[in-house]
């Protein structure tokens, strides 16, 4: 092997082919998703086997849709899938650093070098990396702080618009919710062909009404959310078929519709369950003016609970006494169908705050994409909140790196090989964002790197519009701390995992019995 060191035991090449072909398929995938990467990344076109077309330059779906059978490749999708689940923004940074760790991973093992010595220096490489990155984290103060702007910008993709409402739903939101570590920001953001950009101080639920009508103006509503059918309760099928069965099935019915004057006498203006609703029912509420949404999702049920202050029961708790069953009411201030938007607004719950961003664009294909840019924007101000921001352009990661082959220096052993491989692969985003600029990374990244030591300032990086080494801090290209910690520690992760397999082997498909 020319400019390396032969493995010992003499099995020469054939030792590396399910290394190399791991590392060709995480090389194949990495390729896909690295041309978006930073301000002059460009767009990935899908092409779905009817025709149908994605533009996308978001690498979660990049991945998610990409028609993938290497199990090595679905590994590095797995990263993807993690951060996009875990954060919600940071899924390229995340593919292009498992791409780059593998690479060199691999590089080291076919000079020689053995792998649980790559593995081990790996890790240790990920975990100090990991340590100097989050010590270079600077806290944001709060809503208000400008720098939070400047994240919701880089992160939406440099859309001024998009940005401004992300900003304003947070600050509607309040920073207690921001950082309440079970509430999901990005789930928040609604979009429509027919909307315009709005931040609604409230619930959006997109349903239409069993009983929609234009003469249900606007109004307050106390809430009835049903965890089950809002229907009588009934017999099984085969107790049906007899006569017992039947008229206790008819007295089942004529108790549940005995029970429906409970609604007018407890002022009900609003039902949703997440089953179906019986037609009787239905035509009752219509008479008197009740809104009643069926078949909705669980996660807007629970939306709803959790707004409104209302607690979900089965229908055999709707038979119980009238002042019972009114500790289970929540209230909306206001509840409205929006019919140019299909869907039901609600406003001045008395639960916890709420917000909806909708996102308005002309095409069905615009609006998608939008879409998945105020969510990214979204998740990155969240993230940004809880563990605060980093400066961008691949600036922190190349700083780290620097500080890493200094560490790699006073490592003995050969895991320092495996250090040295994370050191060159947080060089990476860096690399990448200056190719996709249209400038030579090698000398902008030494560019880079010569600067930082020589200003001890680690927010230097490119300006991809000059070509000239620039403080990212300075201009407010900001990137939340929490992305690129998880993003590193996945790709870590799951480079370990490749550089540690051996042998693939198909398994057997297991047995049918006749």
């Known amino acids: 092997m020319s400019g390396g060191v032969k493995p010992a035991g003499g099995e020469g090449e054939e030792a590396y082919a399910t290394l190399r072909n791991n590392a060709g398929a995480i090389r194949a995938i990495t390729s896909a998703v690295e041309g978006t990467l930073g301000p002059k990344g460009l767009d990935t076109m899908l092409v779905g086997p009817r025709g149908e077309v994605i533009i996308t330059n978001d690498g979660v779906t990049i991945l998610e849709q990409m028609d993938v059978t290497h199990p090595a490749a679905r590994l590095l999708i797995q990263v993807a899938r993690s951060q996009q689940e875990q954060i919600g923004d940071g899924t390229t940074t995340a593919t292009v650093l498992a791409g780059a760790i593998v690479a060199e991973g691999t590089a080291q093992v076919t000079r020689g070098v053995p792998v649980a010595k790559v593995v081990r220096g790996v890790q240790e490489g990920v975990a100090a990396g990991l340590r100097m990155l989050a010590k270079r984290a600077r806290p944001l103060e709060g809503l208000e702080d400008p720098q939070l702007h400047s994240i919701a910008y880089v992160a939406g993709r440099e859309n001024e618009d998009l940005a401004r409402l992300v900003i304003e739903g947070a600050k509607k939101l309040g920073l207690p919710k921001m950082r309440d570590a079970q509430f999901r920001f990005s789930d928040t953001i609604v979009s429509h062909s027919r909307a315009q950009n709005e931040v609604w101080p409230g619930l959006l639920i997109q349903k239409r009404p069993a009983n929609a009508q234009p003469d249900f103006p606007p109004d307050s509503a106390r809430v009835l959310l049903f965890q089950d059918a809002f229907e009588p309760e009934s017999v099984h099928d085969e107790a049906l078929m007899t006569d017992s069965g039947f008229q206790k099935q008819m007295q089942l019915r004529e108790q549940f519709r005995s029970l429906l004057p409970k609604l007018v006498e407890l002022q009900v203006g609003f039902i949703a369950s997440d089953r179906g609703v019986d037609p009787e029912a239905e035509q009752f509420c219509t008479d008197h003016g009740i809104m009643v949404l069926q078949r909705i999702s669980r996660a807007d049920l629970r939306r709803i609970a959790d707004y409104t202050g209302a607690r979900p029961l089965r229908r055999t708790g709707f038979g119980k006494p009238a002042e019972e069953l009114a500790g289970y009411l ?185």
């Open 330 to 514: 929540g209230y909306a201030g206001h509840v409205s169908y929006d019919e140019r938007l299909e869907s039901v607004r609600m406003g001045e719950g008395k639960g916890r705050a709420q917000v909806t961003i909708v996102v308005g664009a002309s095409t069905s294909e615009v609006i998608g994409e939008r879409l998945r840019i105020a969510k990214d924007a979204a998740s990155s101000v969240q993230a940004a909140l809880r563990g605060g921001c980093l400066p961008g352009g691949g600036s922190a990661e190349a700083a780290v790196a620097h500080e890493l082959e200094r560490y790699r220096e006073t490592v003995q052993g050969m895991e320092g090989f495996g250090i040295a491989a994370v050191a060159e692969a947080l060089r990476r985003p860096l690399a990448q964002i200056v190719v996709n600029a249209g400038y030579n990374p090698l000398e902008k990244v030494e560019e880079v790197k010569a600067a930082q030591i020589a200003t001890g300032n680690d927010a230097l990086a490119i300006d991809c519009d000059t070509g000239a080494v620039t403080d990212m801090a300075a201009i407010g290209v900001m990137d939340p701390a929490d992305v690129k910690l998880h993003a590193l520690q996945a790709a870590g992760e799951v480079a370990a995992a490749i550089l540690r397999i051996h042998t693939v082997i198909k398994m057997r498909q297991p047995r049918t019995e006749e």
